[in-house]
Structure formats: C-alpha cells, structure tokens
C-alpha cells in the first residue's frame, strides 16, 4: 500500500521532470524511497528530523542500492534557512514531498523556502476539510505559493478520499520564512 501510495505521485508530471527532489518528513522512506527508485535521474533528499528514522533510510538505501537518495538529518525549517552552497537546501529543490506530515497550512510553509522559483511542492493528503484548506490556501499565499490542482488518486482498489494537492512557487519566499522550529505547527499561517 505504501508504495502504491507513493507511485500516485507520479501521476504529477512537474514532480516526474524534477531533478532535486526533497522528500519533508520522510519517516520511513515514503514517498522518496519510492520516487528515488522510479526516477533515477533524480536526486533526492529525504529530510527526517528524527536520527533513528534517518538510519533506518541510510539502511534501506544500502539494502536496495539506491545511488540516487541520500538521508538528511534535519529539521526543514533548519535545512531551509541554510542555502546550498552552505550546505543547506534554501530554493535547491524542483519538487518537494510530504506524505501524512502536518496540515496543509504547516506543509506549504515548510516546502515553500526550499523550492526553486517555478518549483512544486506535493503534498499526499486523505480528506481535507474545508477549512484545512482555505487555511492552506492563505498559507501559500504568504509564502510565495499558489495551489494549481488537486489530483483525485486511488493507488490501490481499497484507497479511500486520496489525494495529491500541487502548489508552484509563483513568487519569492519572504526571507522571514522558515520561522523557527516548531513555529509553523505551534502558530500556522492562513488564518
């Protein structure tokens, strides 16, 4: 099921052209192990701010010979603030990914900084109220975002109200963003 959830995303075809790819949240591989896999011609950077979940990414990409993924051990709101040449990923990203993270409000800030101008950020999401998404809406729009489609997907025959919201960078991040850790769950935008 993991999987095929993951692969869902590839029904997005900015995520399919991506080169650099981060994957927020990556728990235990998903969707980015999947979409490392699928797109060998991507790279792709699984942020996990939790050490042990991280190594068990690093383990998965051994046992699996995935040269094109590599772990990131970081909080995103700290991976962004940073730019590349620093090590960082502030707008290094084509695409950015979260699967069962945080509320759209919450996603969107944390994708938004690490985008390219251009780039999209897709968020793998089950029922979405009304006002997670107006919220969310508001959100991208403080960050430089905008929601350009909304993919009904049914990954495998059991699949029940999933769906692929798509956001494009339209407009420069704000330098304020990303606030501090834990600001954008504590305090979300759009409101």
């Known amino acids: 099921m993991h999987v095929a959830d993951s692969r869902s995303g590839l029904e997005v075809p900015d995520l399919v ?89 919450v996603l969107v800030e944390y994708a938004a900084p690490l985008l390219r101008p251009s780039g999209v950020f897709v968020a793998w999401k089950g029922a979405v109220s009304a006002d997670e998404l107006r919220l969310g809406r508001g959100a991208a729009d403080e960050v430089g975002l905008s929601l350009v489609d909304v993919l009904s997907v049914t990954p495998f025959p059991s699949a029940r109200d999933r769906r692929l919201y798509v956001f494009r960078k339209g407009a420069p991040t704000p330098e304020r963003f990303p606030r501090r850790a834990g600001m954008a769950a504590k305090r979300p935008l759009g409101g």
């Open 17 to 105: 052209r991506a080169r650099r790819i981060a994957d927020v949240g990556a728990g235990a591989g998903f969707p980015g192990l999947v979409l490392a896999i699928d797109l060998p011609a991507a790279r792709v950077d699984l942020i996990e701010s939790a050490g042990r979940k991280a190594a068990v990414i690093d383990r998965l990409i051994q046992a699996a010979k995935v040269e094109n993924a590599r772990s990131v051990v970081a909080r995103a709101e700290d991976w962004a603030r940073l730019p590349p040449a620093l090590g960082g990923g502030r707008e290094a990203y084509d695409a950015v990914t979260a699967r069962a993270v945080a509320s759209l409000p």
